[in-house]
């Protein structure tokens, strides 16, 4: 099943519904992966504003 980008926090996901805010405003038109293993220590995670772990999308359409 082909991974969906969450439009909201950029989270990746095989499911219908992103499992952090449980909205389905899925896109399937994303670029780019980051996978935030240290959301702390991320320079990434800070801009993205993300603050758990996992995998997300650089940009969703
Ligand atoms: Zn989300």
């Known amino acids: ?5 969450c ?4 989270l ?3 499911g219908n519904v992103c499992s952090r ?3 389905q405003t899925l896109s399937d038109d994303f670029t780019g992966l980051v996978i935030i293993f240290d959301p ?3 320079g990434i995670a800070k ?3 993300i ?3 996992g995998r997300y999308a ?3 359409r």
């Open 1 to 5: 099943m082909p991974e969906k980008a």
């Open 7 to 10: 439009s909201t926090c950029h």
């Open 12 to 14: 990746l996901t095989t």
């Open 21 to 23: 805010c449980k909205t």
């Open 40 to 42: 702390e220590g991320s």
């Open 47 to 49: 801009v993205m504003k």
């Open 51 to 53: 603050k758990e772990k």
């Open 58 to 60: 650089l940009k969703v």
